[in-house]
């Protein structure tokens, strides 16, 4: 049986992800979620081959860096107060790093650590602004904050899918590509998320 490389990697990204979910208690599934609407993002835009790859490991490991943080501030039941984002913030660069000192992986780093870039630079950890987030690192932005907002959290309520998808569209421009946010809207119409 000849290796596939891009199978074992897949299936360690899915690995490593579910255990990272393990420490958080509302994070379960998450990973494979952001993926997988992040796919279907990725595959109506038409990107090619190699950047759905790339999309699919980076969006498996987007948040690998939380695996850093603290247990009392991943599973905190109420706000966070500043000093504590400020840590959960640092998991982008954290988990960038962990994912660069893995040869078969470094070419996914950039795009582990620019997936809190905000369209209007206003985003972290460097502030960059429109294209020069990597495509991938805006769907999975896009991904990310859907899924986050229609799930259960310790301290709100999840929103609706039409409300998510609402939030997401008032933010577009700011923290999300409109083109993004565009091809998003046409997969939520013809897909079940």
Do not use: W
Request: hydrophobic share 40%; net charge positive; with cysteine.
């Amino acid at each position: 049986m000849k290796f596939d490389k891009n199978k074992f990697l897949l299936e360690f990204a899915r690995q490593l992800a579910f255990l990272c979910e393990q420490r958080i208690k509302f994070c379960h599934g998450h990973a494979v979620s952001v993926c997988n609407i992040s796919m279907l993002i990725g595959n109506h835009m038409k990107l090619g081959k190699e950047k759905l790859r790339k999309l699919q490991l980076s969006a498996l490991l987007h948040d690998v860096g939380k695996i850093a943080v603290r247990d009392t501030i991943l599973n905190k039941a109420t706000s966070l107060e500043l000093e504590e984002y400020e840590e959960v913030k640092k998991h982008a660069l954290l988990g960038a790093e962990m994912i660069k000192k893995i040869k078969a992986l470094e070419d996914i780093s950039g795009i582990v650590r620019q997936h809190h870039e905000h369209f209007d630079g206003m985003g972290y950890p460097d502030c960059l602004k429109k294209e020069k987030i990597l495509i991938q690192a805006r769907i999975i932005s896009v991904a990310d904050a859907f899924d986050v907002i229609t799930s259960v959290s310790s301290y709100r309520k999840p929103l609706s899918r039409a409300q998510a998808l609402a939030e997401i569209e008032h933010n577009a421009r700011r923290q999300f590509d409109p083109q993004v946010v565009c091809a998003f809207k046409e997969v939520c119409n013809t897909a079940a998320i």
